[in-house]
Structures are given as structure tokens and as C-alpha cells.
């Protein structure tokens, strides 16, 4: 079946870092691609998604392009902040289902 | 706009006891879903409503488990009786559409610890 695979976390970096989370997927057709993000003691909201090979989705500094020839919707942020401190998920949707990545814990530390 | 909302945000109970966690979803959106979330397994879709009827509860752990949405300004999950494994946080969220735009409006949570 579908799935999601995350890198395993906690990633750990010091203020202003360049900041990569690695995501790959196993699916059949083309799924739309997502990551969200949980802040403590929050709910998910979604942070940026792409429908379609090559879309890059952007949002607060975040991007990530669907690259489908190696399967990957990898998250990344030029110069992160303390305020990033968060888990973030990537997910797909399947048949109408989201499918989620285990979630990746991420530490700034100042 | 408010977002969903659900209540209670934190509940302990003993073992052995009801338990019934509350969902106000965003007004005009017409899918619900219920997740649970633990540190062992993650983020798992328990069921999932459109327009108040369930359409998918394979999720649901076991028996033990029920949820129900009476209308769409309102749903409910339902825990009895209630056991240590069952502590976890649970998260309503909605959607307004099930296509492939996969943008769900998650909810605080409700942190449950059954003792």
C-alpha cells in the first residue's frame, strides 16, 4: 500500500541554519503531497502542499518540490528560527485518505 | 472565523470509566475525522463523517470505541469502558471537501489519561 517515510528526529540546530527534513513516498498514480506542522500542545495545520510533479509549495520561508522521478517531497528553510521549533509531517493523499509520515521532531536552539 | 473546537482539553479518569470527547467543526465544512495520537503509533484516522454519516471506521480500535455525529455542528467520541492504553491525545479536524486538496482544520486536542 501507500506510505510515508520520514526522516527520524529530533533534528537539532542552532538559529539561522539551513534546515532540511527528508520525505520519500511509496504510491501508485500521483498523489498530492503535503507537510504539516504541530506546534506544542497544538493541532496540525498544513503548511504547504504540491499536486503535481515539479510544483514547489512555499509557505512561511518552507518549501518543498514534488520530484517524482525519486519519489521525495523533501521540506527545507534557508535560515530557521527558534519559532520553528515544532513536529512536521508529510503526507500524501491516497484514495481519498491522507496517509502520514511518523513526524519529525524539530529543535532550534539559539 | 473560529476553528474546530473540542472539549474537553484535558481529561483524567480511572479505569473502567466513560469517557466522551466533544468536536464543533468549522461551519460549512462537511467532512469530520477523528484521530488519535501516541508517541508508540503515531497519528491514526479512528473515522471519518461526511455530511453526518460515517463513512469509514476501520480505524476504530475496538468496541470500546463509538463516535457519532447527530449534525453537523456536532460530534462525539465515545469511550466505554475506558483503559490505560486508551491515554492518548485525540484530534477532531474537518475538511470542506474530500478531493485531493488534503487540507484538513485540526482542533487544540483532547489529552486524555485513563489510570
Known amino acids: 500500500g501507500d506510505s510515508v517515510t520520514q526522516m527520524e528526529g529530533p533534528v537539532t540546530l542552532s538559529e539561522e541554519a539551513f534546515l532540511t527534513i527528508n520525505c520519500t513516498y511509496t504510491?501508485?498514480?500521483?498523489?498530492?503531497l503535503f507537510w504539516y506542522v504541530q506546534y506544542p500542545g497544538e493541532g496540525l495545520q498544513l503548511l504547504l502542499k504540491a499536486t503535481k510533479a515539479d510544483d514547489k509549495g512555499s509557505n512561511k520561508g518552507f518549501e518543498a518540490t514534488y520530484r517524482k522521478e525519486t519519489t521525495s517531497f523533501h521540506l527545507e528553510k534557508g535560515s530557521v528560527q527558534v519559532s520553528d521549533s515544532a513536529v512536521y509531517f508529510c503526507a500524501l493523499n491516497s484514495n481519498y485518505q491522507l496517509i502520514w509520515g511518523a513526524g519529525t521532531k524539530l529543535i532550534i536552539k539559539p | 472565523d473560529a476553528g474546530v473546537i473540542q472539549s474537553p482539553r484535558h481529561e483524567v479518569t480511572e479505569m473502567g470509566q466513560e469517557v466522551t470527547l466533544r468536536c464543533k467543526p468549522i461551519s460549512g465544512h462537511d467532512y469530520l475525522f477523528w484521530y488519535r495520537q501516541t508517541m508508540m503509533r503515531g497519528l491514526e484516522l479512528l473515522i471519518y463523517f461526511n455530511n453526518n454519516v460515517p463513512i469509514d471506521d476501520s480505524g476504530m480500535p475496538e468496541d470500546r470505541f463509538s463516535a457519532k455525529m447527530p449534525n453537523a455542528s456536532f460530534s462525539t467520541l465515545k469511550i466505554q469502558p475506558s483503559e490505560p492504553r486508551d491515554s492518548a491525545v485525540y484530534f477532531c479536524?474537518?475538511?470542506?471537501?474530500?478531493?485531493?486538496?488534503?487540507?484538513?482544520?485540526f482542533g487544540e486536542g483532547s489529552r486524555l489519561t485513563v489510570l
Open positions: 479536524a474537518s475538511s470542506p471537501y474530500r478531493d485531493r486538496s488534503g487540507e484538513l482544520f
Open positions: 504510491a501508485t498514480g500521483y498523489p498530492s
